[in-house]
């Protein structure tokens, strides 16, 4: 229904900055909600950070402060400025977007981040 392509990510030691980005194409429905989850080993997909179309935005609390979403709803793209990052950070992120009716999402393939201390 929707093509989400991550770029940005990389090895950056503790306390840099990264910026993501994903871009989506052939939707064949209204995007409203886009966001950023993670997984790192051994752990589930977790949220990191949403931003919806009219731009509210939510944040895991662990990333509160550090990390920025936003999004160009004209091009249907969506960013995530990640500062002072730290190890822990570290995970493949995925983007996702939703639309309006159930049923309507789409993912990403991922993007490696790896923080070094």
Known sequence: QVQLVESGG???QAGG???LSCASSGSIFSINTMGWYRQAPGKQRELVAVITSG??????DSVKGRFTISRDN???TVFLQMNSLKPEDTAV????????????EGWGQGTQVTVSS
């Open 10 to 12: 990389g090895l950056v």
């Open 55 to 60: 731009g509210l935005t939510n944040y895991a």
């Open 93 to 104: 992120y995925y983007c996702n977007a939703r639309g309006f009716f159930s049923g309507q």
């Open 17 to 19: 900055s990264l910026r």
């Open 74 to 76: 004209a091009k249907n």
